[in-house]
């Protein structure tokens, strides 16, 4: 499927390329993916935590999407809230994979595996790439940490980063 759409000026004959609009888009990338649509959010940054590996191991994607933001057209940046104008933190944070891990994608939505996320990032990167579930999810962490380790120690499930912080102890302590 083509980014493009063609159309013929009735009037003079020549025919124009328009880009499809993001919801067009959208539409079009959960039909090839075999998802539903209904959620864009969530595929968008399905998309974007695929298109940030892809653009590591693949120069010619990332040629591909410089191209594409290079014709893409500007958006006007609007005077607003703070809230308006904050940056995600899922794309604020620059987390490098150590080792590319199979089964692993870093979706707060899903449930977190400790385990596959230290694998992937490291020591010096999992405090960053955990806090990017929400509590709830580190809690369920938490539990299968408190299960396969050995030490006993349980987890400080009062805040995010103290159940963190229990985490990266007890997943570094015999590296």
Do not use: C, W
């Amino acid at each position: 499927m083509s980014a493009r759409t063609s159309t013929r000026s009735a009037k003079s004959g020549a025919v124009t390329e328009k880009r499809p609009t993001l919801a067009a888009a959208t539409k079009a990338v959960a039909s090839l993916v075999g998802v539903g649509g209904d959620d864009a959010k969530r595929l968008s940054y399905a998309v974007m935590v695929a298109s940030v590996e892809e653009v590591q191991h693949n120069s010619g994607f990332a040629e591909r999407v410089r191209v594409a933001y290079n014709l893409a057209p500007t958006t006007e940046k609007h005077a607003g809230t703070s809230s308006s104008t904050r940056t995600p933190k899922a794309l604020a944070i620059d987390l490098v994979s150590v080792k590319r891990v199979e089964g692993l994608t870093l979706n707060p939505a899903a449930p977190v595996d400790p385990y596959l996320v230290y694998e992937a990032y490291g020591a010096d990167q999992l405090p960053a790439a955990l806090d990017l579930h929400p509590l709830d999810k580190l809690k369920v962490a938490a539990t299968l940490v408190e299960q396969r380790t050995p030490s006993g120690r349980r987890a400080n499930r009062r805040s995010k980063a103290t159940i963190i912080e229990y985490i990266v102890r007890e997943l570094t302590a015999n590296k």
